[in-house]
Every structure is written in C-alpha cells, then in structure tokens.
Nanobody, 120 residues
C-alpha cells in the first residue's frame, strides 16, 4: 500500500522556523499534485499550499511570504519550510498526494499528521 509519513513537527518559539517533511512509499508510478493542509483546535482543515509534479505552487493568501512548499521527486518527498511562525500557526499539519499506482489506478492519500506548536 502507498503511505505518506510526515515528520519535523514540534515546539517552536514565535518568530522561529521549522521544516516539515512528508515521505511517500509503496507502489508508486507517479505522484501528481501534493499539498499541505492544517487543522487548528476547534477549526476545520484548511489548505496551506500545493505543488504539482512540475513545481507549480499555490499558497493560502495569509501564508504567502512565510511558508515555502517544495518537493524532491527522486526521493518522493514533500517539504514545507515555515518561517516567522506565529502562535496561530499551531495546528496538526497533514500531507496529501495524488498518487498514480498504475496505468489506470490512482489514489488520494493522506498522512496521519504532525503537530506544530508555536509558543513561548
């Protein structure tokens, strides 16, 4: 089975930086669009950023300039560089991918999430 596993979450002070990783494994022919989403306590899951296999990116307007999404296709790994973190960035961050497993098979896969806590 195809799996996405996030890592890199933890506790960071306001104004600090953190980099999240998402590693894909399993029967993978190609991963098209990948993305990061987050869910803060008491709120719905929201889009953070997406990136296509060709490197085209989109971001939530409120996060532009602070967060950067990237990917290493050779390693099937997705990254999220988070700078100038604020307490309101505290959330569980989830990795998502459109994974093509065969010529006619594809899956929308979610990781289990990694917790980011921004606090003094």
């Amino acid at each position: 089975q195809v799996q996405l596993v996030e890592s890199g979450g933890g506790l960071v002070q306001p104004g600090g930086s953190l980099r999240l990783s998402c590693a894909a494994s399993g029967k993978i022919f190609l991963i098209n669009r990948m993305g990061w989403y987050r869910q803060a306590p008491g709120k719905e899951r929201e889009l953070v950023a997406t990136i296509t296999s060709g490197g085209d990116t989109t971001y939530a307007d409120s996060l532009k300039g602070r967060f950067t999404i990237s990917r290493d296709n050779a390693k099937n790994t997705l990254y999220l560089q988070m700078n100038t973190l604020k307490p309101e960035d505290t959330a569980v961050y989830y990795c998502n991918g459109q994974v093509i497993t065969s010529i006619e098979g594809s899956l929308e896969i979610w990781g289990q999430g990694t917790l980011v806590t921004v606090s003094s």
